[in-house]
């Protein structure tokens, strides 16, 4: 609780500093160029500095990777480099109060609160205009798709920031409609002579016989029959609870097919997952570390091939790309029904590039992030590239047909590689990219198929909280109410696994969520979400 406020203040007091640091012409940002009517590559090379955000597993100096070296060549433009591998909200926010302003901040990772704050304040400046004159990629793609423009245009008309754009499927078939899919050791299962459950009882005895009989054989009793990483996004347990009714998503927020935007952490069928969740923990079933571990833990152990069930998004990540663990079912609940929460997730965010007011070279900057929308190289900044010597590639490129082709993972877990090479921030892949401009990912691909065969049909709600621009009162009412009321939701639920007397409290907690101000959060989404409907009409 006192961590956000504390950020909060932060951004104010960055937005009042950037202020006196702009007006002293204190930033770091590159000479004015004069250059108009601009053609890539340049005759001469000019220099462009921007902030930027990348995995640890990638270079220091992002102009390593082969993607950015071919950009430089084919554009004339140099790009130096702030990249902040670790704390980078922080970082970033301490470089805007001191003034040191960049030309642009890619991978900006800013909240909507941000986005609007940095606005208001002038620390970044409205690109719409930049778009219809000088942005014809990102363009063409806004006016194919008008979803996409309404998403990323602020309440006050303007858009600031320039976005993320990955469609992999729709719908209910979308890959992002589930994130923490929960996976079963099948060798284990076969080891013991069990069938694979079908309901949240069956689940129980088979993780007794996991921690019980030995099933990897090693005499230890080291198994540990369910693991995750508590409020861990893709690794969390919440799948559960969509057997007990409504069940759970990172956001506490689903649509009901009437409409009515309903909160899931008061719901009843919240308090009978987590009494679940409890029967398991008194049975010692659940992993000691769980409510504690960090990834790179949690990785560790799944790599050992230690776990009986656990959740991710993909298997390969945690305990490699084999047939030792299969998708667990959706199972049944008390009552027989099977039933997923949809995440409110779709391959979009708004938050991946913005140009500051420090910038004194638009036009030559529109034009360099829009060469990020033309369609080959967004899929190579959003996945990697290809024909480097130096690691395993991506892709290989098909030079008759203009077309990048995947090539197999080799047993690497996706995100590894992709890590190293992608370059991430604004770009576009479109569904009819597929099959012309690229292949679909192998493991992308065998992704939606399971979610297609397993949890598409027990998707129950038709619509998904959409991802509405709100006006920032609106906004920093919800972050204020948000601040105190996740924290409390997620350390009771920790409190109630690990302790019990959920019966015994559960009164006094829909109180407290009330004085945090549940009804007006919940006011706020409704409002917002009716709008929306309305505005596609």
């Known amino acids: 609780m006192k961590k956000n406020t504390i950020t909060k203040s932060m951004l104010v007091l960055a937005s009042a500093l950037l202020l006196t640091a702009c007006s002293s012409k204190s930033s770091t940002a590159s000479p004015d160029y004069e250059l108009k009517n601009i053609t890539f590559p340049l005759k001469k090379e000019v220099t462009l500095k921007f902030m930027t955000n990348t995995s640890t597993m990638a270079p220091k100096n992002p ?43 890619h991978n900006d990772g800013a909240s909507d609160v941000e986005l609007m704050s940095w606005a208001k304040q002038g620390v970044i400046v409205p690109v ?17 798709n008008p979803e996409y423009r309404s998403l990323i245009t602020a309440p006050d008309g303007h858009i600031y920031s320039f976005p993320w754009i990955e469609e992999l499927g729709e719908g209910k078939e979308s890959i992002h409609s589930v994130n923490d899919m929960a996976w079963i050791n099948k060798e284990w299962l076969d080891k013991l002579g069990l069938e694979m459950p079908q309901t949240m009882d069956d689940l129980v005895k088979v993780l007794e016989a996991f921690k019980t009989q030995d099933p990897n054989g090693n005499g230890k009793a080291d198994e540990i029959p369910i693991s995750f990483i508590n409020d861990g996004g893709n690794e969390d347990f919440k799948l559960l609870f969509g057997a007990y009714g409504e069940g759970d998503n990172d956001d506490h927020i689903v649509v009901e097919n009437d409409g009515t935007v309903n909160f899931t952490a008061d719901d009843d069928s919240y308090k009978e997952g987590v009494k679940f969740m409890r029967s398991l923990y008194e049975k010692g079933l659940i992993d000691t570390e769980a409510f504690e571990q960090d990834f790179n833990n949690y990785v560790s152990k799944g790599g050992d091939q230690l776990y009986g069930v656990y959740f991710t998004w993909d298997k390969a990540n945690i305990t490699g790309a084999n047939d030792t663990y299969d998708v667990l079912p959706v ?7 099977k039933h997923v929460t949809r995440t409110n997730n779709i391959g979009f965010s708004r938050d991946r590039m913005v140009i500051t007011s420090a910038n004194k070279n638009l036009e030559l900057t529109a034009k360099w992030i829009d060469a990020q929308y033309a369609p080959l190289q967004s899929v190579q900044n959003n996945w990697g590239t290809y024909g480097d010597k130096k690691q395993q590639n991506i892709f290989e490129f098909d030079k008759t047909n203009q077309m990048l082709k995947h090539l197999p993972l080799e047993g690497k877990a996706p995100t590894e590689i992709r890590q190293k090479t992608e370059v991430g921030g604004p770009l576009a892949i479109l569904d009819s990219y597929y099959g012309k401009v690229t292949t679909m990912p192998d493991d992308a691909k065998w992704r939606l198929d399971i979610l297609k065969e397993n949890y598409v049909p027990y998707m129950d709600n038709e619509e998904i909280y959409p991802k509405v621009f709100m006006e920032e009162k609106d906004l920093d009412k919800l972050a204020q109410i948000e601040a105190d009321m996740k924290d409390y939701v997620s350390r009771k639920r920790s ?17 407290e969520l009330k004085k945090y101000g549940l009804d007006d959060y919940v006011k706020i989404k409704q409002t917002y979400y009716d709008d929306y409907k309305k505005s596609q009409k």
Request: net charge negative.
């Open 495 to 511: 409190e109630w696994i690990t302790k019990g007397n959920i019966d015994k409290e559960w009164d006094s907690y829909k109180a």
């Open 331 to 337: 199972l049944a609940g008390p009552d027989g029904r």
């Open 63 to 105: 102009n390593e990777k082969l993607i950015l070296k071919r950009l430089e060549k084919e554009t004339g433009v140099h790009i130096d480099w702030t990249n902040y591998q670790s704390d980078f909200a922080e970082k970033r926010n301490l470089d805007i109060s001191s003034g040191d302003l960049p030309d642009a901040i």
């Open 128 to 144: 719409e205009d930049l778009i219809d004159k000088y942005m014809p990629n990102l363009k063409k793609i806004l006016d194919e």
